[in-house]
């Protein structure tokens, strides 16, 4: 039941004793408006006249009726008992006779006068009291309120409830690997107390977003059965001085408390950056935080078994205080899955899902290189939400294969209406990127081909690499840069003008080509010199701006070289096209009747036979003939998400 509800009921009913006790103070006393009071000897001197008719006596009162011929009856009041009284009219000479002639009465007061009377008597008190705990309640309240401030936000998980464990967590076997052994030091610590091992006060998990830093941190504690705090650094800092250094030290002390138990701290870059940064001055608030943070990490007390767990992504933006042995001991790093770690990946997320029996995670995790664990996730449930909108039992290879293109280019939008000069133009234009993977000696093969709008795409051409890669090559470089331009270098060749279509190829392919001269020391007229130092301010965490640290000669070089690069690649495209020109018109004819090119369809294609579709050949296409630059209209600027904009992954 709510406490604030309780409390104000409390004065509420306080407040209406009072106000009902005086009521009926008032009511008694209205009942009897003209007594006038009178003195004993003054009473005994009516009596002894004969004007009294009747005398009421109770314990502190006596009431007295005079009568007077001509006018109504008067009462009058003395304040004395009963006792008293007789006594008193003795004293004053009257007599027994002059008694016996006024009707006398003796009346015991009822109880509740008497409370009453003692209520009215404490009213002011009453009144005083309440308004007193009134004030007090809020008064603790609010402090209360201000006190929160500075607890803890972290979220605790006990260890003795079902939760994740290191067989829900797949693709990061040498991370797991690493962390059994805090799982060990939190079960046995004699094991290690024995050798002279003390526990490791804190592991910092490194990686890309979504490769499962999070979750592998809930699975140390599924594992060893203690308990688990979870906070993000955000929640640490407030608009108030020293909340955030308030907030750690309750953090702490509640987890040495429950002790032995695992802290994780997620995203720890936002408390934990580099000091010094030259923004805010020394005493910010963040600051503040993070030496809290340093202090509690390496204090006196070196029996407490807890481990603080971080994560982040920008391990390199963090204060090297927060990084030395003492305080993260260990620093294991999450790399995006391998493909061994994709298929185990998928068979996690798999369980208890119905698939098609042509489903094989093998080819899946084989066509999702670059993915992470959340990637993958996303993917097996777009492919069940793709399977229960088209009324499926189960989900097939389709639906999985559709899910992909989902995940990295978004949903097909259908219901974009294209021209067929754009159609023919988004045809050639994919057709280009195609044929130059295919035939281009250092490039991974073509995947799939589709003109339809996905996402902010108009259209892409996907390939597949043959293995996982982990390094680039001069020669690899060089065939990305051709395969970029082969979509320009179709429409040149073909229609003789390019369209804005190739707007995001030729920056993909400027790009290749200047972080191979400037980063990667493949330029043989340049030599291996890094040129450009890229200045970052970590106090924000990101780039701004490049340090110039090369004369202006050799930046007119570094322009001449990527030049010459694209000038290559664009010329080797070219040649490509014009050499495979029946290749290439076959594919957009393929595409224009079907739109999308994968698999069988794309290799049937290649050999110059018709595409499948419904399951029967169709009809062989048409190669489409070109106007002739006599007939040919100018074709008009395209807006700038063009077919094709983005075309090529790679």
Same mark, same amino acid.
């Given at each position: ?409 978004? %949903? !097909? ?9 754009? +159609?023919?133009?988004? *045809?050639?234009?994919? /057709? $280009? =990127? @195609? ?30 690499? %043959? !293995? ?9 470089? +060089?065939?990305?840069? *051709?395969?970029?331009? /082969? $979509? =320009? @270098? ?50 924000? /965490? ?109």
């Amino acid at each position: 039941m709510d406490t604030k509800w309780l409390r104000n009921s409390f004065v509420y009913l306080i407040i209406l004793v009072a106000i009902i006790a005086l009521f009926f103070t008032v009511v008694q006393q209205g009942g009897t408006p003209d007594v006038k009071p009178i003195a004993l000897n003054d009473l005994a001197q009516r009596i002894k006249q004969g004007q009294i008719k009747s005398i009421e006596v109770t314990d502190d009162r006596v009431v007295a009726t005079a009568s007077t011929p001509g006018a109504p009856d008067q009462k009058f009041t003395t304040r004395t008992g009963r006792d008293n009284f007789l006594d008193a009219m003795h004293n004053f000479g009257v007599s027994p006779d002059e008694l016996a002639n006024v009707s006398y009465t003796v009346k015991d007061p009822p109880q509740i006068s008497n409370w009453l009377g003692i209520l009215v008597n404490l009213l002011p008190l009453i009144f005083f009291g309440a308004i007193l705990l009134f004030m007090m309640r809020q008064a603790q309240g609010s402090n209360n309120q201000a006190l929160s401030f500075g607890k803890s936000r972290a979220r605790m998980f006990m260890g003795n409830k079902p939760t994740i464990t290191f067989q829900d967590v797949a693709g990061v076997e040498e991370a797991k690997q690493e962390l059994q052994e805090v799982v060990e030091f939190l079960k046995y610590p004699e094991k290690f107390a024995a050798l002279g091992a003390r526990i490791p006060k804190g592991v910092l998990l490194v990686g890309p977003p979504g490769t499962g830093k999070t979750l592998l941190s809930r699975a140390v504690a599924g594992e060893a059965g203690v308990p688990f705090f979870s906070i993000s650094g955000s929640e640490f800092v407030e608009m108030f001085v020293g909340v955030g250094a308030s907030r750690v030290r309750d953090l702490f002390d509640q987890a040495k408390r429950n002790a032995p138990c695992i802290v994780f701290v997620d995203e720890i870059d936002a408390v934990g950056r580099q000091r010094g940064a030259g923004l805010g001055g020394s005493h910010d608030e963040r600051e503040q935080t993070l030496n809290q943070i340093l202090v509690e990490m390496d204090g006196f007390d070196s029996n407490t078994n807890v481990i603080v767990i971080a994560a982040t992504n920008r391990p390199d933006v963090l204060d090297p205080a927060l990084l030395r042995p003492g305080r993260f001991d260990r620093q294991v790093v999450l790399p995006a899955p391998d493909i061994n770690g994709r298929k185990a990946i998928l068979e996690v997320h798999a369980k208890g899902k119905p698939f098609d029996k042509t489903v094989e995670l093998a080819t899946l995790a084989k066509v999702t290189p670059g993915f992470s664990g959340a990637d993958l996730a996303n993917l097996i449930n777009e492919g069940a939400i793709l399977a229960a909108r088209r009324n499926k039992k189960t989900i097939g290879m389709s639906e999985l294969e559709e899910a992909i293109d989902r995940v990295i280019a978004g %949903p !097909e939008r259908k219901s974009r209406v294209m021209s067929d000069k754009e +159609k023919q133009l988004t *045809a050639y234009h994919e /057709g $280009g =990127h @195609a044929v130059a993977m295919r035939y281009l000696e250092h490039h991974d093969p073509v995947h799939k081909i589709t003109i339809i709008a996905r996402g902010m795409m108009g259209g892409y051409t996907r390939p597949l690499p %043959p !293995e996982d890669r982990y390094y680039m090559t001069k020669s690899q470089f +060089k065939a990305s840069i *051709a395969s970029a331009l /082969g $979509g =320009h @270098a179709a429409e040149q060749v073909v229609f003789g003008e390019i369209s804005t279509g190739a707007e995001n190829d030729i920056e993909k392919a400027t790009n290749i080509a200047r972080k191979m001269v400037k980063e990667y020391g493949m330029s043989e007229r340049l030599g291996t010199v890094a040129l450009g130092h890229k200045e970052e301010l970590v106090f924000l /965490g990101r780039e701004i701006g490049e340090q110039k640290n090369y004369s202006e000669k050799t930046a007119e070089a570094i322009d001449e070289e990527i030049r010459r690069l694209i000038d290559e690649g664009y010329a080797q495209a070219v040649q490509i096209i014009t050499d495979h020109r029946d290749v290439l018109d076959h594919i957009a004819a393929a595409l224009i009747q079907v739109e999308t090119l994968d698999g069988d369809n794309l290799e049937r294609v290649f050999r110059g036979e018709p595409p499948i579709t419904g399951g029967t050949p169709a009809e062989s296409p048409q190669p489409v003939q070109p106007e002739t630059p006599r007939e040919r209209p100018t074709l008009q600027p395209v807006p700038r998400l063009s077919p094709g904009a983005a075309s090529s992954t790679s």
